[in-house]
């Protein structure tokens, strides 16, 4: 069975602190690994991983991807409380002989930041 | 661009009803997903569509579960009957291209009583 599993679940800081949120994986036919960020709403695309090792950053996120260990890291550094908001990594498997891809997604980790 | 429309943003509605949700994709996108987000599941893809087509079904809990997808810029995921157990928020996605990054509705908050 495919599995996206995070860690840890949940997560309380202070602004200013940099966290580093997990993402590992057990899934057939992996594409890419990506990583949203949930507040009251939809989900909101932060970003797309498909190579090993290479950081992708964005501001103060930043995320990197190990093929080898099945996992993925994503880091925020000077933490805002507009922060908080639950993160949700999954993967994108793709199947032969079809068009779609598939997304599993891990259930997320919730990060609170206080002032 | 508006974005992924879904509607309605809210229902609620007595066990044993039918529940439809519709969802518009953005205008050019190929693929259309649904998705349903609870507390204890986390967020599951229930079924995509790739020109207009259901690729994958395979999340779809039950038979009382069924989506359509009847032209490129609409979609519906009905529930017939409903159950309490079904409430939950319930997304849809699309993306230009099925290997491209989905981007999401605002999601329709189904309480089912």
């Known amino acids: 069975e495919d599995k996206v599993v995070q860690s840890p679940l949940s997560l309380v800081v202070h602004e200013g602190d940099t966290v580093t949120l997990n993402c590992s994986y057990e899934v057939t036919n992996f594409r890419s690994l990506l990583w949203y960020k949930q507040e009251k709403k939809a989900p909101t695309f932060l970003f797309m991983l498909?190579?090993?090792?290479i950081e992708k950053k964005s501001g103060r996120l930043s995320s990197i991807l190990d093929k080898k260990e099945l996992s993925s890291i994503l880091n925020i550094t000077a933490t805002q409380t507009g922060d908080s908001a639950i993160y949700l990594c999954a993967v994108k498997q793709g199947f032969m002989g079809s068009s779609g891809d598939k997304l599993t997604f891990g259930t997320g980790t919730r990060l609170a930041v206080r002032p | 661009d508006a974005g992924v429309i879904q509607s309605p943003r809210h229902e609620v509605t007595e066990m044993g009803q039918e529940v439809t949700l519709r969802c518009k994709p953005i205008s050019g996108h190929n693929s259309l997903f649904w998705y349903r987000q609870t507390m204890m599941r986390g967020l599951e893809l229930l079924i995509y569509f790739n020109n207009n087509v259901p690729i994958d079904d395979s999340g779809m809990p039950e038979d009382r579960f069924s989506a359509k997808m009847p032209n490129a810029s609409f979609s519906t995921l009905k529930i017939q009957p409903s159950e309490p157990r079904d409430s939950a928020v319930y997304f849809c996605a699309s993306s230009p291209q099925p290997q491209e990054t989905q981007y999401f509705g605002p999601g329709t908050r189904l309480l089912v009583l």
């Open positions: 498909t190579s090993s090792g």
